[in-house]
């Protein structure tokens, strides 16, 4: 639908039901089907299990961010085309939500006690950016989609090998990350300065070590 069909009022209520699916419902899924699928699912150790679970809570958690970042962007957007963009990659990222909430449960793991939170933080961090301008709001795309990028690197070489389904989902995750950063590039994100750089690796800690845990 064409953007001048919803009103703040709209959008509001709009941005509150997206909440409410992300944190409690289950996500949205477009017709892409879980990469995980082909593959049979390995007997790991209680260890390992426990571990590749709370490693996909991360995840998970991740994916509740990206979703509130890119609600509190496009609502704070400027340019039409801009929202509908962010809108899209919500939509398109809201696959990895589901396809982690399967992984976790197969694993028999939970989701993070903590995603309200995180959720609130990174929607107002989302509609600031979006405040600042439509460039510098691409921008915080590109830099958060390379550091998501690289989180994924490093929790793929912390799963055991032979577990294909969490690779599976993962290697997915990341390649999606790399095509929304640099759709965002290409639509005119700005390079972030550097004390911006690092004070979004430094969130990106503290929340990773949270959801891990708790």
């Known amino acids: 639908m064409n953007?001048?069909?919803?009103?703040?009022?709209?959008?509001?209520?709009?941005n509150l039901d997206q909440a409410v699916r992300t944190l409690f419902?289950?996500?949205?899924?477009?017709?892409r089907r879980n990469p995980a699928e082909h593959y049979p699912d390995v007997d790991l150790n209680e260890q390992e299990r426990r571990h590749v679970g709370r490693l996909m809570r991360v995840n998970h958690t991740g994916e509740v961010c990206a979703?509130?970042?890119?609600?509190?962007?496009?609502?704070?957007?400027?340019?039409?085309?801009?929202?509908?963009?962010?809108?899209?990659?919500a939509r398109e990222e809201s696959d990895h939500l589901a396809w982690?909430?399967?992984?976790?449960?197969?694993?028999?793991?939970?989701?993070?006690?903590l995603n309200p939170l995180w959720y609130a933080g990174s929607f107002a961090m989302g509609a600031a950016a979006g405040i600042a301008g439509d460039r510098w709001s691409l921008g915080f795309v590109v830099e958060t989609e390379h550091q998501v990028?690289?989180?994924?690197?490093?929790h793929l070489s912390r799963v055991p090998a032979d577990d294909l389904r969490t690779h599976a989902i993962?290697?997915?995750?990341k390649a999606d990350e790399v095509h929304h950063a640099d759709v965002a590039y290409q639509a005119g994100g700005a390079e972030l300065p550097a004390p911006?750089?690092?004070?979004?690796?430094?969130?990106?800690?503290?929340?990773?070590?949270?959801a891990y845990w708790v």
């Open 25 to 31: 419902g289950r996500p949205r899924v477009t017709e």
């Open 149 to 154: 990028e690289d989180h994924l690197d490093e």
């Open 100 to 113: 982690c909430e399967q992984r976790i449960d197969e694993l028999g793991g939970r989701k993070s006690l």
């Open 196 to 210: 911006v750089k690092f004070a979004m690796r430094a969130v990106s800690k503290v929340m990773t070590t949270g």
């Open 67 to 89: 979703q509130a970042l890119y609600q509190g962007q496009a609502l704070t957007a400027r340019m039409p085309e801009i929202r509908e963009g962010l809108e899209r990659s």
């Open 170 to 173: 993962m290697e997915q995750m």
């Open 3 to 14: 953007d001048r069909h919803y009103s703040a009022a709209d959008r509001a209520l709009i």
